[in-house]
């Protein structure tokens, strides 16, 4: 079955520096990747979808990439704040199914 | 504002005792989902609709059932409640023609307690 792996271990950034995290799947590429925010104690909340033919996608100081060799993403916050502390999920769909699959989230903290 | 509405936000309820939580949305999404998330880990889909079409994950347990009478509400049913059961309950939905098919939007959640 597929497996999503991402940090299990929370991530500290300083303040105003570019936050990267991972998000590793095995066996075939998904048809598109999704992440999600979530707060504690709240529901998740969608970002960014990048598909499985595009390398690259952005939304403000938000940046994913989709790399189907290394079976692997990124999600960069670049200028990060305080603000950007949250969980971040990430998601693949793929073809063949009707839902998608979750990974179990990282922690990020951004310390002023 | 169009959202995604559950309640109640905490539910505390005692082991064995049936339990109820609501999902209604103003979206007018055509699907709609129910995950179980435990703490530190990834949302686990329990089942959705596509419009009156249920469909439920192969590993949700029977103690699990599902209602959706109309687009906007959606109730998932725990009939004998377990101290396993305890966790955060997420709705969500989506929509199924324009543009945004792919993302899910999801409730608040409802954080159940069994005591």
């Known amino acids: 079955s597929q497996k999503i792996e991402q940090n299990s271990e929370a991530l500290n950034i300083q303040e105003g520096k570019t936050a990267t995290l991972t998000c590793n799947y095995t066996?075939?590429?998904?048809?598109?990747l999704q992440w999600y925010r979530q707060d504690p104690g709240r529901g998740p909340v969608f970002l960014l979808l990048i598909r499985e033919n595009e390398k690259e996608k952005r939304k403000e100081r938000l940046k994913v990439t989709f790399d189907t060799t290394l079976k692997q993403s990124l999600f960069h916050i670049t200028a990060s704040q305080p603000a950007d502390s949250a969980t971040y999920l990430c998601?693949?769909?793929?073809?063949?199914?009707?839902?998608?699959?979750f990974g179990s989230g990282t922690r990020l903290s951004i310390r002023p | 504002d169009a959202m995604v509405i559950q309640n109640p936000r905490y539910q505390v309820t005692q082991f064995g005792k049936p339990v109820t939580l609501s999902c209604s949305q103003t979206l007018n999404h055509n699907v709609m989902y129910w995950y179980q998330q435990k703490s530190s880990q990834a949302p686990k889909l329990l089942f959705h609709?596509?419009?009156?079409?249920?469909?439920n994950e192969a590993d949700t347990p029977d103690n699990f059932q599902s209602r959706r009478p109309n687009t906007s509400f959606c109730f998932l049913d725990i009939r004998s409640p377990g101290l396993g059961d305890a966790a955060m309950y997420l709705c969500a939905t989506r929509p199924t023609g324009g543009s945004g098919t792919d993302t899910q939007y999801f409730g608040p959640g409802t954080r159940l307690t069994v005591l």
């Open positions: 066996n075939y590429s998904p048809a598109y």
């Open positions: 998601a693949l769909k793929y073809s063949s199914a009707s839902k998608i699959i």
């Open positions: 609709y596509y419009d009156k079409d249920f469909n």
